[in-house]
Nanobody, 127 residues
Framework: QVQLVESGGGLVQAGGSLRLSCAAS????????MGWFRQAPGKERDFVAA????????YYADSVKGRLSISGDNAKNTVYLQMNSLSAEDTAIYYC????????????????????WGQGTQVTVSS
C-alpha cells in the first residue's frame, strides 16, 4: 500500500503562484509514476501532469504547458506541482496519484492507470 498526502493548496489571486506537494509513504518503490489530476465543480477529474521518477520523464496536459511544472524528490518521496500564472480556470481540487506500472505517452493521462490517490487539496484562484 502507498499513502499520499497533498498539501499547499489555498486561495490565490489570478496571476499568482502556488506549489503543491504530495508526500508518499509506504511501499513507494512500487510506484514508478506519480501524477497530478484536478477536478473542478461539476466536471470530471482531468489529468494535469505526470512524472516517471526513474527516468525523470514528464507529461503535461496542453492546458497547463508552460505554466505548471511537475518535479520529484526521491529522497523525500515527495512530488511537487509548481503552478504559475494561475487563472480562475485552474480552480479545482488537485489530487496526487501513484501508479504501480510504468507508462508513456497518453497512457499516463488516464486516471484508470493510477492505483493510489490522495484526498486532494483545494486550489481557488480569484479573478
Amino acid at each position: 500500500q502507498v499513502q499520499l498526502v497533498e498539501s499547499g493548496g489555498g486561495l490565490v489571486q489570478a496571476g499568482g503562484s502556488l506549489r503543491l506537494s504530495c508526500a508518499a509513504s509506504g511501499r513507494t518503490l512500487s510506484t514508478p509514476v506519480m501524477g497530478w489530476f484536478r477536478q473542478a465543480p461539476g466536471k470530471e477529474r482531468d489529468f494535469v501532469a505526470a512524472i516517471n521518477r526513474s527516468g525523470a520523464r514528464t507529461y503535461y496536459a496542453d492546458s497547463v504547458k508552460g505554466r505548471l511544472s511537475i518535479s520529484g524528490d526521491n529522497a523525500k518521496n515527495t512530488v511537487y506541482l509548481q503552478m504559475n500564472s494561475l487563472s480562475a480556470e485552474d480552480t479545482a481540487i488537485y489530487y496526487c496519484a501513484a501508479a504501480r506500472g510504468y507508462c508513456s505517452g497518453s497512457v499516463c493521462y488516464r486516471s484508470a492507470w493510477y492505483d493510489y490517490w490522495g484526498q486532494g487539496t483545494q486550489v481557488t484562484v480569484s479573478s
